[in-house]
């Protein structure tokens, strides 16, 4: 009898849930799945963004898996990705547990933190621009001959100072989503470690780094899928030069169908992005795990 009745009220409290969930279904049909379609029939076309649109089958698909310009920007965008984690993890993660602490000048210290994220990424890249040029800035100013390199001008170097200018905007946010995680492990685990004499390094390696591993797997997940999504803070400082050292594959797409007017090959370079994302949020996702209620027992 309990058990029937158990039945129906799970019922009937599963079906409202069901129902307020039609409004996000229909908004992610409309405004995500029917574009993406769209682009993917635009991708088997020909078309220069004003006339009109002309089957051509996989000749865009193969336009652009054989371009060598294509080839670059998948290995430049890799090289971002790989390089703003290595930059980025543990700068954030580091600055994370500092400013979980519970003094008041690290509450401070974390606002300060947080403002490059609420700057613009093109008016980052602009003052950037400025304090990099050799004739007119910082260097200049400050009198520093070390500081007058051609930065955004020698292939070089211009890819390492992208990935310093992102790291210098998103730090604060993975700084934000490692503090959460450092504020959620139970107190009780670094008493018992300072009872058994575990210092502060140790109690880092042993406790909080084993119990930010689900932190660590979604940092690491839109750190990495936001990697491909860098269109206008590149695009701002370096246009992608000098000559292909910095053309990312979203700028790319972006050049290849409004300056070059190829907007099926443009629309196969957003399906390659689309797979790209998906495939390694996937991976990243699968390398948590599926229980992720056990996180705060990790360590333990």
């Known amino acids: ?19 307020m969930a039609v409004p996000a279904l229909l908004f992610f049909l409309v405004f995500a799945i029917i574009p993406l379609g769209g682009v993917v029939l635009l991708s088997f076309s ?9 089957w051509a089958g996989l000749a865009s698909w193969t336009e652009i898996l054989t371009s060598p310009v294509t080839i670059n ?11 703003s984690f290595l930059v980025q993890t543990p700068i954030s993660m580091l600055l994370g547990v500092f400013i979980a602490g519970s003094q008041k000048y690290r509450a401070l210290l974390a606002v300060l933190y947080f403002v ?11 003052a950037y621009k400025a304090l990099l040029d050799p004739n007119f800035g910082l260097a200049q100013g400050l009198n520093i001959p070390a500081l007058a390199q051609n930065w955004l001008g020698n292939p070089d170097l211009a890819l390492f100072v992208v990935i310093f200018v992102i790291a210098w905007q998103f730090v604060p946010f993975h700084t934000l989503i490692y503090q959460g995680g450092v504020r959620q492990i139970p107190a009780s685990l670094y008493e018992a470690a300072e009872i058994d004499g575990a210092g502060r390094i140790k109690q880092f390696f042993h406790i ?3 119990q930010l591993k689900y932190t660590i797997i979604t940092s690491s997940t839109l750190m990495v899928v936001g990697s491909l999504a860098y269109f206008d803070l590149v695009f701002v400082l370096t246009g992608g030069g000098p000559g292909y050292s910095t053309r990312i594959l979203p700028l790319h797409m972006y050049l290849t169908g409004f300056e ?6 443009a629309s196969a370079l957003a399906v390659i992005l689309v797979v790209i994302g998906l495939t390694l949020a996937l991976v990243l996702q699968r390398l948590g795990g599926k229980d992720r209620s056990a996180s705060q027992l990790e360590g333990l």
């Open 1 to 19: 009898m309990s058990t029937h009745i158990g039945s129906r009220r799970a019922r009937h409290t599963a079906g409202p849930s069901g129902w």
């Open 46 to 54: 020909n078309w220069n963004g004003l006339g009109a649109i002309t």
């Open 73 to 83: 920007a998948l290995v430049v965008t890799a090289k971002v990705i790989v390089y």
């Open 116 to 126: 490059p994220l609420l700057l613009s990424s093109a008016a980052v890249a602009i």
């Open 208 to 210: 909080t780094l084993p």
């Open 260 to 265: 070059a007017n190829a907007m099926g090959a």
